[in-house]
């Protein structure tokens, strides 16, 4: 099993959530967050006075998938979070040992 966080732009996220979906996801965890990248944020004016936006908000998927659905799940973040500029965000892929649900006690693939 591989746990898939991606950070994308808040206006992307319908459409990476609906591409997930339409790949057979059927679980994700979803945050809105805040955070800077190589770019450090911005600087924007509010009532002639300048002021520095170093945080900016982003929205955090979590998904824990099985490995064969991977590759298809990272493409469809990547054809519909990517706009070609700075800021687009990142994906991570950690590898799970196991996973339990909670009500059942299901172990491994069967948890998610």
């Known amino acids: 099993m591989t746990k898939i966080e991606a950070i994308v732009q808040p206006n992307r996220f319908e459409a990476v959530k609906q591409s997930l979906i339409d790949i057979g996801v059927e679980g ?3 945050s809105e967050v805040r955070g800077h990248g190589r770019q450090k944020g911005h600087k924007e004016s ?3 006075g300048e ?4 945080l900016l908000p982003k929205v955090k998927f979590e998904v824990v998938l099985e490995d ?3 590759d298809r799940a990272v493409d469809a973040i990547l054809s519909t979070a990517a706009t070609g500029k700075i800021g ?3 994906i991570f892929l950690y590898k799970v040992e196991e ?3 909670i009500r059942s006690q299901e172990r491994g693939a069967a948890a998610i």
């Open 46 to 48: 509010y009532r002639g």
């Open 28 to 30: 994700m965890t979803i």
């Open 99 to 101: 996973a339990i649900r």
């Open 51 to 54: 002021y520095s936006v170093d």
């Open 68 to 70: 064969k659905i991977v």
């Open 88 to 90: 687009d965000g990142k």
